[in-house]
């Protein structure tokens, strides 16, 4: 059992050499089935045992949503949208489990400018790595789904790490095995989408026609799924983007002007030192002291008479 | 300011301290961010944050040390704004600016204490300080993370990064020619000129540094015109 | 199948992985270190286990205790995380929010954990032992069984009852516990005797 | 449970009514996702709110809390009259053929024989007509106008879709909608199962409502059967067990019941338990009564219990009333009657209904004593936290002891599930602080109290100091030593009459089952139906074996489950008059012609033959009761009464108010609130985040729902104009608490009669102690009211009235 090498990373962050994508792994990924899912929350509690977090006691706030928004302590978070079908005139109770989903082409280690700081293993983890951190909060910017939050304790960037602890030894992450109803399963990629096959066919044969996978391909897929009713419309999901991709922005700034910039100013700096010591030095000759004598004598002269 | 006459040189006063020790602070602030700015831009630079103490130390000092060079140059600006506004002259020496760079200035009108130029430079410096400062606020996560969308702050990180670089081409424009130009860089470091540099570069402020008078800082006093012993 | 990453792993592999080579190369060191640590280590590696059973709703689900130290006579056992029982048939592992919580319920701050008492009029509680509670609680209870048992009704039927002082037992203990309360309790001629199952 | 949480997998369709599986028991609500993924079973959930279990439901009904009588008859109708019941199973194993007595009678929302003063009924017309054989007379035609089944159709002929929508506010279309599914049903290879809780206790008719579902499922024929039954998913982890174990004011361990004071003693005792059976073969199983209350007396007093004194039947408490249940007790505690309370893991204070009363009851006390392992409200019942526990603890004289007692994890012992498993746990670590575990602290009262009287003497000592006290250390017995009490042992060797050389059973050794013990002194046993559970091959309990031959969801060999380890109740009602099962693909039992053999133990005698003895030996009649004789206080057949505070009267019978039956207190009574002051109707439930008053001492859960709040409407919030996430104050006619406002789609105004009914929800979980945020409960508010039959608190049905507020004043 080999230790960790180059060979069994897919990606590293603000590193210039992309590490050789020879050491085959299973893809691991788990799959969210939203139509199992009764908001139970104990993802949630499984998430905060497992990586001994503790989040602050909040308020209610009108709705069942707690805490309101993922922390870098809540790195999972059910949000519940209440939304009446039009078509069959039925009320839905859309529950998700947000957090991150892990992206095979994942924004926070594109933007990350901290070497080392974000990784993707073979398996398709994407985490982040505290000690190489440097808190400058690029990744919350990489990001398509809002997900990364910065510690304002030790301003570090935190996420789901997918339990890697718990992965890196065979096990399932804590979300997952805690599941009361199965709604979160894990295992290979195939395995979960052949699973997710099996219910899409499921909840069409119960009235869903648009039930569907939902992987998006803008980030080349991700190691989280979700099984939506109704796939047609991800955003009905406490806004869930139909497209995610790593922002444009994120991409030129990234991409372009990373290359562009250090390339501009380095021949700049180049020809200004060439140019600086190959050219004719412009000096003051000895003539131009002289001369210079005589004009300051005659202004000089006649700074008096006035 | 004035012109002196020494042992063995003639010489102008061209910066006072206080103007130099600003110019320096707000020189090696700009050298500083340039490369922990750096640092956080490309991965191949990284290793220069280790000149600040490593990445949180530099992700931490980098937006200090801007709010250090806004506050010097903001001095700066005040100390020298009045020579830099613009005339026809400088349009002019502007559109010969190739002879300057061939070194054939005499053909050109006298120039003021700036050149057209410097005093591009001088506006340029200004335009990009304040809008690095601003993108720099945007995407200071530690104080403003809150403040500013997630999609303004990307949008800031672009520009901070576009403007760096403009701002770099500009800062070796500006040493290439302290250094292009000899005797230059002693008007920062000493704070005078030689009165043939003045000559050459900035005749026309010669001229006006001259009618001020000439202050004689020789021991032996002087056998008529002429400079030092004949040979 | 899934690769191990321990962090012993990561540290020998140091020298020959990435954080060895290439990052060095590019200049800036530590790297490597934090590799090491890129995986967290798993926390329950030599942790003691005791099966258990979720003592909340009655589908009962089976959990595992995971406690400090091997059990051996220096280690004193603390549990450190608690977790669904894989093999338990009706659960599989799984826990609900309040059973994935459950390791804050063993620590939970208002645990009681010394005996309290609280006099006749008094505004707070005041520590006490156990001699002194049991002593003074007995003392009580027979002085009111003395007073208001009930040997007989009016029409001279033995009843043996003693309504003055009642019981309402818990709802989470053992079937044991509840076995030797009920002998306990019965033999005093308690009739207000009562459980949770109404509430 | 009829049946098990992993049997569950088994069914077609799933009714939660009366219940929210989902939000309550999530892990068991697992095998409903299961059976939905793996059989395409179907899943309907009733209910006042759409709960977390209709966020995957198939379908969905609403209906106002406190009818679901009305609502289940209705379904009965329907299935009658669209011919959509099992007959076989009907005819053989329900007492729909019996003959019911001239002389019974339902008219205006009574049945005969009802006493207005003393809100009683006199029962004698509630029977069969037994013929001169002792045998109840019966038509297998069921055509008898007198039969059981044509006073049935007779009795919800009134339930019409449209009176149910009246009533319940249940749309005609949703409700016909349900009793199709559950029509289909009554197909020999479908079965529905019903998953029930509080939801159906906690009212004035709570057994009634249960009884309503089990006669629906008697008609379907889906008791006895994988997927099938009656499925209470109980509450608190072991209040089965407690119950089991008779902690209750009337019970003895094992549902015996104590005497009262007509039955002087135990021979008049037993005259009235040990039925003799009303149908020819038929077993009656509770002619072994006397084996079981015998062994039992010979566990509480072993020597001292002798046949001389009657096994010391004497020395057991007598009922002058039908119990003392807590609504009573705390009714006499009010009324300044009682002196001393335990509290062992209760906290009343927030869990039994009108606080105001419970406080007022509480102060009375000379002393009350708390043994918990959490820091109480009850224990703190005297302590002034401003207005969230407003009292002057100068006027307060009550003693208070609050002792510190052992969570799961440090303590070792059994608890039984809903599924009725008795399952084994074992301590992980030691109790913090001097912390102790409960049983010690009962014993060591029990040495001082034993101690007290053998030096002083007192009132009647002799049932304290002669309590059979066998344990190892006398002041801290362990479980395993209670477990094999309750298991039963034999007391004296017990040989073969006829050859007396042959042992039947040797003195000292662990019985294997209640079949061995014996009515003459030669066995104990502290629980009957727990016999088999640590016999002479160990702790049946601690078995671990994950084996399930066939897929049943049986696990037989998985811990131990009473009686007998059978894990479906009335199995053999899984088979037919022949003893074939009524669907091959669901076999549990079967009739090879000699025996009875399959994947559970049978519930009758293995050699029983199919024809003769009927699946429910319980009954003296071996069928299931569609009409239940005099067995329930307030009548033979379910009937739809409102709840005491209801929003609407009671269209059935307009003059009655609540459960004719039903038992409330005078001062109580008087302390109800009317829907002109109260117009809205409140219902009280638990979330998923927390269980009961526990959790809010858990940082997670908090974490999770930090505060307290109630649910209405979009509709009434703009009416009242209630901003969500605002404060409201909540107030009944005992009570106000203030909460933030959930505003949502989940809960929609019910037309009722023709009246628009707003429905409040009320979580419980907060209070003053703990560290979620310090809140109120809805018992600030809940009546006073106890069910007929068991006297549970109807805390699902009442009125409040609700404003926009400010909140609390804290100070």
């Not at chain 1, 030894?169 to 997710?196: E, N, R, Y």
């Not at chain 1, 444009?248 to 002007?257: H, I, N, R, S």
Request: glycine residues 8%; charged residues 20%.
């Amino acid at each position: 059992m080999a230790g960790l090498q180059s060979q069994d990373f897919a990606r590293i962050s603000a590193t210039t050499f992309r590490p050789p994508d020879v050491r085959h792994d299973f893809e691991v990924a788990k799959l969210i089935d939203v139509s199992k899912c009764i908001g139970c929350k104990a993802c949630q509690a499984a998430c905060l045992e497992w990586n001994n977090l503790r989040e602050e006691i909040g308020y209610n706030r009108g709705v069942y949503d707690n805490p309101h928004d993922l922390t870098e302590n809540t790195w999972t978070l059910m949000r519940f949208t209440e939304w009446e079908n039009p078509g069959t005139g039925n009320l839905e109770w859309l529950i998700r489990k947000d957090g991150c989903m892990h992206c095979a082409d994942p924004g926070c280690l594109k933007a990350c400018p901290a070497p080392g700081a974000i990784v993707q293993y073979n398996n398709g983890i994407v985490d982040f790595v505290s000690e190489n951190c440097i808190g400058c909060g690029y990744c919350v910017k990489g990001c398509p789904f809002n997900i990364p939050r910065i510690s304002q304790a030790d301003h570090k960037a935190y996420k789901c790490t997918l339990c890697s602890d718990r992965v890196s030894v065979g096990q399932a992450p804590a979300c997952a095995k805690a599941c009361p109803t199965g709604a979160i399963v894990f295992g290979t990629k195939q395995a979960m989408l052949d699973h997710a096959e099996g219910r899409i066919t499921d909840l069409k044969s119960r009235g869903f026609k648009n039930a569907g996978i939902y992987d998006p391909p803008g980030v080349g897929g991700t190691h989280v799924m979700y099984v939506l009713h109704h796939a047609d419309q991800p955003q009905l999901y406490a806004g869930l983007p139909q497209n995610p991709r790593i922002s444009q922005v994120v991409e030129l700034w990234k991409g372009l002007t990373k290359y562009a910039g250090m390339a501009v100013v380095g021949f700049a700096a180049a020809f200004a030192f060439v140019h600086a010591t190959v050219a004719r030095r412009n000096d003051v000759s000895r003539a131009e002291d002289r001369k210079a004598e005589h004009l300051i004598d005659e202004e000089a002269a006649r700074g008096r008479e006035a | 300011m004035a012109v002196r006459r020494e042992e063995e040189r003639t010489t102008v006063d061209r910066y006072p301290g206080r103007v130099r020790v600003n110019h320096w602070i707000t020189a090696i602030s700009l050298i500083l961010l340039a490369f922990s700015g750096a640092a956080l831009f490309h991965p191949s630079l990284f290793f220069l944050s280790s000149l600040f103490g490593g990445g949180a130390a530099t992700r931490m000092l980098h937006p200090w040390i801007g709010v250090v060079l806004l506050a010097s140059f903001t001095i700066l600006f005040i100390q020298m704004v009045r020579y830099n506004f613009w005339t026809k002259a400088d349009s002019h020496w502007m559109r010969h600016i190739g002879e300057v760079v061939a070194g054939r200035e005499e053909n050109l009108p006298e120039v003021g204490k700036y050149n057209g130029g410097q005093k591009i430079i001088f506006w340029l410096m200004t335009l990009l300080i304040l809008v690095l400062f601003g993108t720099g606020i945007m995407i200071w996560y530690e104080y403003f993370g809150a403040t500013f969308t997630i999609e303004q702050q990307r949008i800031g990180h672009i520009l901070h990064a576009l403007t760096a670089v403009a701002m770099l081409l500009v800062v070796i424009v500006h040493i290439y020619a302290a250094f292009y130009v000899r005797g230059t860089i002693n008007a920062m470091t000493e704070g005078k000129v030689t009165g043939g540099w003045a000559f050459r570069h900035h005749r026309l402020w010669l001229r006006q540094e001259a009618r001020k008078g000439v202050i004689d800082e020789r021991q032996t006093p002087p056998r008529g015109h002429g400079v030092g012993p004949a040979e | 199948m899934l690769h191990e990453l321990s962090r012993r792993q990561f540290l020998k592999a140091a020298g020959a992985g990435l954080g060895g080579s290439a990052v060095a190369a590019l200049g800036f060191g530590g790297a490597e270190e934090a590799l090491a640590q890129a995986v967290r280590p798993f926390k329950l590696a030599r942790t003691t286990e005791t099966r258990n059973t979720c003592p909340y709703c009655s589908v009962a689900c089976g959990v595992i205790l995971y406690s400090l130290g091997d059990k051996s006579k220096n280690a004193h056992p603390a549990i450190i995380h608690i977790e669904g029982d894989p093999d338990h048939p009706t659960n599989r592992g799984t826990l609900c929010p309040k059973g994935s919580a459950l390791l804050d319920f063993v620590h939970s701050e208002t645990r009681t954990k010394v005996p309290q008492y609280r006099g006749p009029g008094q505004r707070e509680f005041k520590q006490i032992s156990w001699g002194e509670a049991l002593d003074r609680i007995a003392r009580l209870m027979k002085d009111d069984r003395d007073k208001n048992f009930v040997a007989t009704n009016q029409d001279g039927v033995t009843v043996n009852r003693w309504l003055t002082t009642g019981f309402l037992a818990a709802s989470a203990t053992t079937n044991e516990t509840a076995f030797l309360t009920y002998k306990v309790v019965r033999s005093t001629g308690i009739l207000a005797f009562d459980n949770q199952a109404r509430v | 449970m009829t049946n098990s949480w992993t049997d569950i997998k088994n069914t077609d369709l799933v009714i939660i009514m009366g219940g929210n599986a989902a939000e309550a028991h999530p892990c068991g609500f697992k095998w409903v996702t299961e059976a939905k993924a793996q059989r395409g079973a179907k899943l309907i959930v009733v209910d006042p709110r759409f709960t977390r279990s209709a966020s995957v439901a198939d379908l969905y009904a609403p209906i106002r809390q406190g009818t679901d009588i009305a609502f289940l008859l209705g379904a009965m109708k329907y299935c009658i009259d669209n011919d959509k019941i099992q007959h076989d199973y009907v005819r053989a194993f329900t007492n729909a053929p019996y003959i019911v007595k001239e002389g019974f009678g339902y008219q205006d929302g009574l049945f005969t024989g009802y006493d207005e003063a003393k809100r009683d009924y006199d029962r004698s017309s509630w029977e069969y007509e037994l013929g001169p054989d002792g045998y109840v007379q019966i038509d297998e035609t069921l055509q008898h106008p007198r039969s059981v089944y044509q006073l049935l159709k007779k009795h919800i002929a009134a339930y019409t879709p449209e009176m149910v929508e009246r009533i319940c506010g249940t749309p005609k279309d949703k409700f016909l909608a349900v009793c199709k599914l559950i029509s289909e049903c009554s197909a020999r290879d479908k079965v529905m199962t019903s998953m029930y809780a509080l939801g159906w206790t906690q009212h004035s008719k709570g057994s009634q409502n249960i009884r309503s579902m089990a006669m629906l499922q008697l008609l379907l024929g889906n008791i006895g059967v994988r997927g099938g039954g009656m499925n209470a998913l109980r509450g608190h982890s072991n209040i089965q067990g407690l119950t089991d174990i008779g902690l209750m004011s009337n019970l003895i361990p094992g549902y015996l019941t104590l005497g009262t004071d007509k039955e002087v003693d135990f021979s008049t005792y037993m005259s009235t338990r040990g039925f003799k059976p009303l149908r020819p073969n038929q077993m009656s199983y509770w002619q072994n009564y006397r084996k079981f209350m015998v062994s039992f007396l010979k566990s509480m007093w072993g020597k001292a219990a002798t046949p001389e004194n009657d096994f010391a039947y004497q020395w057991l408490p007598k009922l002058d009333v039908p119990g003392y249940d807590m609504l009573r007790y705390f009714d006499m505690m009010h009324q300044g009657k009682v002196n001393g309370y335990f509290c062992q893991g209760f906290n009343p204070l927030l869990s039994l209904s009108n606080r105001g009363k419970v406080t007022q009851a509480l102060s009375k006390l000379k002393f009350l004593v708390s043994m918990d392992p959490l820091q109480t409200e009850t224990a703190r019942f005297w302590k002034d936290e401003g207005v969230h526990n407003d009292v002057k603890p100068e006027s307060i004289q009550t003693e208070v002891f609050e002792l510190p007692t052992t969570c799961f994890a440090e303590d070792e012992g059994s608890l039984v599930n809903s599924g009725r498993w008795l399952q084994w746990h074992w301590p992980g670590a030691e109790p913090p602080g001097e912390a102790k575990t409960d049983t010690w602290v009962m014993a060591q009262l029990y040495q001082r109290l034993r101690a007290l009287y053998e030096k002083e003497g007192g009132a009647f000592p002799d049932p304290i100091v002669n309590l059979h006290w066998p344990y190892r250390l006398a002041d801290d017995p362990q479980p395993d030593e209670m477990a094999k009490e309750m298991n039963g042992y034999v007391v004296s060797t017990v040989t073969d009459p006829v050859d007396p050389t042959k042992v039947l059973l040797e003195k000292g050794k662990q019985v294997d089952t209640f079949g061995q013990l014996r009515d003459d002194g030669s066995t104990a046993c502290g629980c009957w139906i727990y016999s088999g559970s640590w016999t002479e091959k160990g702790n049946m309990m601690a078995r671990r074996d994950t084996s399930d031959p066939a897929n049943t969801g049986a696990y037989s060999n998985w811990a131990f489950s009473w009686p007998a380890n059978r894990r479906i109740l009335y199995n053999r009602a899984s088979a037919d008059l022949d003893g074939k099962p009524w669907d091959p693909k669901r076999k549990l039992i079967e009739w090879n012609g000699t025996a009875w053999s399959g994947y559970d133990v049978p519930d009758i005698a293995p050699a029983a033959k199919p024809q003769d003895v009927g699946p429910f030996i319980m009954n003296p009649e071996g069928t299931a009761r569609l009409f239940s004789r005099g067995m329930m206080k307030d009548g033979p057949f379910p009937a739809h009464y409102e709840p005491f505070e209801s929003p609407v009267a009671n269209v059935m019978a307009p003059k009655i108010r609540g459960n004719p039956a039903a038992r409330i207190f005078k001062d109580d009574l008087a302390a109800l609130g009317t829907s002109d002051k109260f117009p809205y109707a409140a219902t009280s439930y638990r979330l998923t985040e927390h269980f009961h008053f526990w959790t809010k001492h858990v940082w997670v859960n908090a974490v999770l729902q930090p505060e307290f709040f109630v649910e209405i409407s979009e509709q009434l919030a703009a009416e009242k104009n209630i901003q969500k996430g605002g404060w409201v104050k909540v107030s009944s006619a005992r009570g106000v608490v203030y909460a933030k406002a959930v505003v949502t789609k989940r809960i929609k105004p019910l037309v009722c009669d023709g009246k628009t009914v707003h429905v409040v929800g009320i979580p419980l979980h907060w209070g003053f102690t703990g560290a979620a945020r310090k809140g109120f409960g809805p018992n600030s508010l809940t009546p006073f009211v106890g069910d007929a039959n068991i006297e549970t608190p109807e805390f699902k049905a009442f009125l409040v009235n609700v404003e926009p507020s400010n909140g609390p004043a804290v100070s």
